[in-house]
C-alpha cells in the first residue's frame, strides 16, 4: 500500500514538473518578438524627368470634304474605286452631258446675237449723230440711236455671262476631287437622277489622313501646364499598345473650358504616310511639356488608403508608411513629386504583410 501511495505521489510530481515546463514555453514564445519580413528596397535618388500629361484621344482627317453634285442630270459614270487614294482634281463622277452642251450651244448664237444687234445700234447711233449735228433730225432721234447702243451692249454683257454659266454647267458634269486624299464609299449609284437642292447631291466624302490630326481634352490644372509651353511633343500609343513611330505638335487649343467636364479641348497634329491611323481611331496620347526634378518608383511600390497614395520606407529595420504626392507614370514606374527625399530606401515588395513599425530584413 504505502508503495502505491509512493508511486502516486511520484507521477503527480512528474506531471506538475512537465506542465510547469509546458508553461514557461508558451511564456517564452509569447514573449518573443514575430520575424522580420524580408523585402527589397531602392535608394531614393531625384533624377530628370519628362512633364507628361496622357489622354484619350481620337482621330480624325485633317481635312474632310462632302463631294456634291453642283447641276441636276442622270449619273452616268463612277470613275474611281471606293477605299482608294486619289489625288486633286481626279474625275470621279460624270454626269449626263447633253442637256447642257445644248445650253451652250444656244448661250453662243445668243451671244452672237446680241453682239450683231450692238453692231448695227452702234452705226445707226453713229450715223444719226452726224445727221443731228447738220440739224437734219431732231436731237431726241440721235438721244434714241444712242440709247438703243447701249442697251444692245448691256444684251451683250447678258448673253456673255450666260455663256459663262452654261460653260461652267457643263464643266460640273465631270464631278472631280476638291483635294487629294482617301474616298469614301458611292452615296449614289449610277442612273440615279441627281439634283444639287436634294439629297441625292452628296455623291462620296474625301479624306486627307496625311497629315492626321488627334482631338483630346485636357485638365485646367494639365492645361495651365502645357499652355504657353515651347517645342511641345505629343506621343501617340495604338489600341494594341504599341507605340506610333511618329511624333506630333499641337496646333490647336481651345479658348474656353468645358463647363460640364472641366476640360479644355486640344489638337495635335501628325505625319501619317502609311495611313497607318485611320480617321475615327481611339487612341492614347502623351503630352510632353519639358522636364523636372522628381523621384521615381515602381508602381508596385505605391500603395493607398482612406488618406491617399503612400510608400513603405525601410527605417531602422522597421517599415513605416511616407504619404507622397504622385505624378504620371513614367513605363512602368510612377513619378513622385512630394514625400521623398534622396537616400530614403522605398520598400517594393511583401507590401501585404506590412504594418507600421513591423520588423524588417533585406533580401
Known amino acids: 500500500m504505502k508503495r502505491l501511495i509512493v508511486l502516486a505521489s511520484a507521477v503527480l510530481a512528474a506531471c506538475s514538473q512537465g506542465d510547469a515546463r509546458q508553461q514557461e514555453k508558451k511564456a517564452a514564445a509569447k514573449d518573443a518578438a514575430p520575424a522580420a519580413v524580408p523585402v527589397s528596397v531602392i535608394a531614393a535618388a531625384q533624377r530628370e524627368v519628362p512633364v507628361a500629361f496622357e489622354a484619350v484621344a481620337r482621330t480624325e482627317g485633317s481635312r474632310e470634304v462632302q463631294v456634291r453634285a453642283r447641276v441636276a442630270g442622270i449619273l452616268e459614270q463612277q470613275l474611281y474605286n471606293e477605299g482608294e487614294r486619289v489625288k486633286?482634281?481626279?474625275l470621279l463622277f460624270r454626269i449626263e452631258r447633253a442637256p447642257f452642251e445644248i445650253e451652250l450651244a444656244q448661250a453662243r448664237a445668243s451671244l452672237a446675237q446680241?453682239?450683231?444687234?450692238?453692231?448695227?445700234?452702234?452705226?445707226?447711233s453713229e450715223r444719226l449723230k452726224g445727221l443731228a449735228d447738220r440739224r437734219a433730225i431732231s436731237q431726241k432721234e440721235a438721244d434714241q440711236a444712242a440709247s438703243a447702243r447701249e442697251q444692245s451692249a448691256a444684251a451683250v454683257q447678258m448673253a456673255r455671262a450666260r455663256l459663262r454659266q452654261a460653260e461652267l454647267n457643263l464643266s460640273y458634269t465631270e464631278v472631280r476631287a476638291p483635294i487629294g486624299g482617301i474616298t469614301g464609299r458611292a452615296l449614289q449609284s449610277v442612273g440615279?437622277?441627281?439634283?444639287?437642292?436634294?439629297?441625292?447631291?452628296?455623291?462620296?466624302t474625301l479624306t486627307r489622313g496625311d497629315p492626321i490630326w488627334v482631338r483630346f481634352s485636357l485638365s485646367e490644372q494639365e492645361f495651365s501646364r502645357v499652355r504657353g509651353g515651347e517645342a511641345l511633343e505629343v506621343e501617340v500609343e495604338l489600341a494594341d499598345g504599341k507605340a506610333y513611330p511618329h511624333k506630333g505638335k499641337l496646333n490647336f487649343?481651345?479658348?474656353t473650358v468645358d463647363a460640364g467636364t472641366g476640360t479644355v479641348q486640344m489638337r495635335a497634329e501628325l505625319p501619317n504616310p502609311q495611313a497607318q491611323l485611320l480617321p475615327g481611331q481611339y487612341v492614347r496620347v502623351r503630352v510632353i511639356a519639358g522636364t523636372q526634378q522628381a523621384f521615381v518608383v515602381p508602381q508596385t511600390a505605391v500603395a493607398q488608403n482612406?488618406?491617399?497614395?503612400?510608400?513603405?520606407i525601410a527605417d531602422a529595420g522597421k517599415a513605416v508608411p511616407r504619404q507622397v504626392r504622385t505624378g504620371?507614370?513614367?513605363?512602368s514606374d510612377w513619378v513622385v513629386l512630394e514625400g521623398l527625399?534622396?537616400?530614403?530606401?522605398?520598400?517594393?515588395?511583401?507590401?501585404?504583410r506590412l504594418r507600421p513599425g513591423v520588423a524588417i530584413a533585406r533580401k
Open 88 to 90: 486633286e482634281g481626279a
Open 114 to 124: 446680241e453682239s450683231a444687234r450692238r453692231d448695227l445700234a452702234q452705226q445707226e
Open 192 to 204: 440615279t437622277l441627281v439634283s444639287p437642292n436634294a439629297e441625292s447631291a452628296l455623291l462620296t
Open 253 to 255: 487649343a481651345g479658348s
Open 306 to 312: 482612406e488618406t491617399g497614395r503612400f510608400v513603405w
Open 328 to 331: 504620371n507614370w513614367l513605363g
Open 341 to 352: 527625399k534622396n537616400g530614403d530606401e522605398v520598400i517594393v515588395d511583401n507590401l501585404v
